[in-house]
């Protein structure tokens, strides 16, 4: 019995260390001089834009900031599509675009069956975008 409870433990602690949030850029220089859009617009990039974390059902536990890429945070619901929408639309704006076209998303939530089933969920929300002016 005591193997059990410290390899859930073990999972637990893992799991519990890893709420993410990350966003990543593909300037025009990494196209082979493709282009993203298909109008006048002057390319500028690609942005892609990651946020997951762990649920107890529908209460977050841990989570990515969108404030902070690569940070975690405890008991905040980043993890909503609004929420994913700023943050990918704030790094367009920094990197001097106007427009955020050709805009993509991908929500998912997977339930984890350990230590007890339809407990705890792993969400995720991934959007991509090209940033444009």
């Given at each position: 019995?005591s193997?059990?409870?410290v390899?859930?433990?073990?999972?637990?602690?893992m799991?519990?260390?890893?709420?993410?949030?990350s966003?990543?850029?593909a300037?025009?220089?990494?196209m082979?001089g493709?282009?993203?859009?298909?109008?006048?617009?002057?390319?500028?990039?690609?942005?892609?834009?990651k946020?997951?974390g762990?649920?107890?059902l529908?209460?977050?536990?841990?989570?990515g900031t969108?404030?902070?890429?690569?940070?975690?945070?405890?008991?905040?619901d980043?993890?909503?599509?609004?929420?994913?929408?700023?943050?990918l639309?704030?790094?367009?704006?920094?990197?001097?675009?106007?427009?955020?076209?050709?805009?993509t998303?991908?929500?998912s939530?997977?339930?984890?069956p350990?230590?007890?089933?339809?407990?705890f969920?792993?969400?995720?929300?991934e959007?991509?975008?090209?940033?444009?002016?």
């Amino acid at each position: 019995m005591s193997k059990i409870v410290v390899v859930v433990a073990a999972c637990a602690a893992m799991v519990a260390s890893v709420g993410c949030s990350s966003v990543r850029t593909a300037g025009t220089k990494d196209m082979n001089g493709m282009k993203l859009t298909t109008g006048v617009s002057q390319d500028i990039a690609h942005v892609n834009v990651k946020n997951s974390g762990l649920y107890l059902l529908s209460v977050p536990i841990f989570s990515g900031t969108i404030d902070k890429p690569g940070s975690t945070s405890f008991n905040k619901d980043t993890v909503k599509l609004r929420h994913v929408t700023r943050f990918l639309t704030a790094r367009c704006q920094e990197i001097g675009a106007t427009r955020a076209v050709d805009m993509t998303s991908e929500v998912s939530s997977t339930m984890i069956p350990l230590p007890i089933p339809f407990l705890f969920y792993w969400e995720s929300i991934e959007m991509s975008a090209n940033a444009v002016r």
